[in-house]
């Protein structure tokens, strides 16, 4: 049997155990308030999250390259403009292919306050993209690569076109017919995520193994 002496160390013990989990919790998984998070986010011109192609110094450029980076600069401008408009919080920038000396932005994503399952207040990311494609699109796959404080964290990809097939949300039917699309997708960002910037890479390709698109986001949490 144990004592009072036993009960009391094992009261400490739990109580001790219990601050343990808080006080960790607060460490590395706490996010803090989503307003809060939201500013550390907010982008800007002076250190801005992405480099762009048309950033370069034009006096180093052909005549090749000062059209493509025209190009890309009006696409990103119709898209800055969006953002500065609704005063959202950029995250992200998806392009119609991943080589940045030659692609055109089609979209972008934002960070936005939520409350998760129990009332849990945290924030989710959303996707806009404005897309044209060219030749009908039958399958293919969807890569993503996740880096961690700039370390290599996750490494998957799935099948296209079940890609979302379990979501009440679901935008993904294969086939997609040759023309303009526009898409709208929300994502919870897991209040689990330990603390810290978290970068990802995801691209799409078709059936060919050609790429479709390719988007690209910073977060801070």
């Known amino acids: 049997m144990c004592n009072l002496t036993c009960k009391k160390a094992s009261m400490l013990v739990c109580g001790g155990f219990i601050i343990l989990m808080f006080t960790l919790y607060a460490l590395f998984f706490n996010h803090g308030a989503p307003e809060d998070i939201m500013v550390a986010n907010k982008g800007s011109q002076v250190n801005p999250k992405f480099k762009h192609y048309h950033d370069r110094d034009p006096h180093k450029m052909n ?3 000062k059209e493509v980076a025209e190009e890309e600069r009006r696409a990103a401008q119709h898209w800055d403009e969006f953002i500065a408009k609704n005063d959202f919080v950029n995250i992200g920038e998806i392009y119609d292919n991943c080589d940045e000396k030659d692609r055109v932005m089609i979209g972008r994503t934002i960070m936005l306050p939520t409350v998760h399952w129990a009332g849990l207040k945290g924030v989710k990311s959303r996707t806009f993209i404005n ?3 060219h030749e009908e699109l039958t399958g293919g796959k969807f890569f993503l ?6 370390k290599d964290l996750f490494a998957r990809n799935w099948e296209l076109c079940t890609l979302d097939e379990d979501y ?4 993904v039917y294969c086939p997609f017919l ?3 699309y526009s898409f709208v997708k929300d994502r919870d960002i897991p209040v ?4 810290g910037r978290y970068q990802t890479k995801g691209w799409i390709t ?3 193994d050609e790429i479709v698109a390719c988007g690209f986001s910073d977060f801070t949490l």
């Open 168 to 171: 009440d949300d679901r935008v």
């Open 145 to 150: 690569e996740v880096k961690y404080n700039g």
């Open 131 to 133: 897309i044209t494609l």
């Open 206 to 208: 078709d059936v060919n």
């Open 178 to 180: 040759a023309q303009d």
């Open 63 to 65: 005549e090749l390259e």
């Open 192 to 195: 689990y995520l330990p603390k």
